[in-house]
T-cell receptor, first 115, second 115 residues
Framework: DAGVIQSPRHEVTEMGQEVTLRCKPI?????LFWYRQTMMRGLELLIY????????DSGMPEDRFSAKMPNASFSTLKIQPSEPRDSAVYFC?????????????FGQGTRLTVV | AQKITQTQPGMFVQEKEAVTLDCTYD???????LFWYKQPSSGEMIFLIY????DQQNATEGRYSLNFQKARKSANLVISASQLGDSAMYFC????????????WGAGTKLIIKP
């Protein structure tokens, strides 16, 4: 398996533009996580899907952020409109669902810079 | 209250020495899992080791071992014979049913191995 695949790896965009980050989880993994990592706030969970259904989106900063998981093999995180404070590394991770003993596998991350 | 506490923001260790990275956790769930991840400067999140709450023995994976003290709710990572390549951020995490099995993360410890 190729692991969790994220695209793009790097994104530079101007303030106000829409940004879409993409994630393909590992086949068979029914749990998917979107994280944001910054120096100031560390690793933050944005949203957590189980079987394509959002279970916890309390970490989504505001209405500018939205996430979808239309099927088991694809998820998107959209920021519209983007702001400089959204600059961060965004990780997608997947795992087997509802198990305490399974690790999450991370993608390589998308480094977003909003100028 | 913090669910996962890593009290060491940063550590310097001489090459070839053993390292202990601290992690304490808080849960009322009798069934939970504890994880350690490594994040080198390249940015990827690498799973290192897992310990289940019902496991009788401390987990080991090569040079990594987990000093699991259930009564004290601590799950310290021990790296034996440290190498320069061990320099990285290290994160402790927990999965529990009370949190819908999402990963709860500590703030991380930055480990620097000195030659």
């Amino acid at each position: 398996d190729a692991g969790v695949i994220q695209s793009p790896r790097h994104e530079v965009t101007e303030m106000g533009q829409e940004v879409t980050l993409r994630c393909k989880p590992i086949s068979g993994h029914n749990s998917l996580f979107w994280y944001r990592q910054t120096m100031m706030r560390g690793l933050e969970l944005l949203i957590y899907f189980n079987n394509n259904v959002p279970i916890d989106d309390s970490g989504m900063p505001e209405d500018r952020f939205s996430a979808k998981m239309p099927n088991a093999s694809f998820s998107t995180l959209k920021i519209q409109p983007s702001e400089p404070r959204d600059s961060a590394v965004y990780f997608c991770a997947s795992s087997f669902p509802d198990r305490r003993n399974t690790e999450a596998f991370f993608g390589q991350g998308t480094r977003l810079t909003v100028v | 209250a913090q669910k996962i506490t890593q009290t060491q923001p940063g550590m310097f260790v001489q090459e070839k020495e053993a390292v202990t990275l601290d992690c304490t956790y808080d849960t009322s769930d009798p069934s939970y899992g504890l994880f350690w991840y490594k994040q080198p400067s390249s940015g990827e999140m690498i799973f290192l080791i897992y310990q289940g709450s019902y496991d009788q023995q401390n987990a080991t994976e090569g040079r990594y071992s987990l000093n699991f003290q259930k009564a004290r709710k601590s799950a310290n990572l021990v790296i034996s014979a440290s190498q320069l390549g061990d320099s990285a951020m290290y994160f402790c995490a927990m999965r529990e049913m009370d949190s819908n099995y999402q990963l709860i993360w500590g703030a991380g410890t930055k480990l620097i191995i000195k030659p």
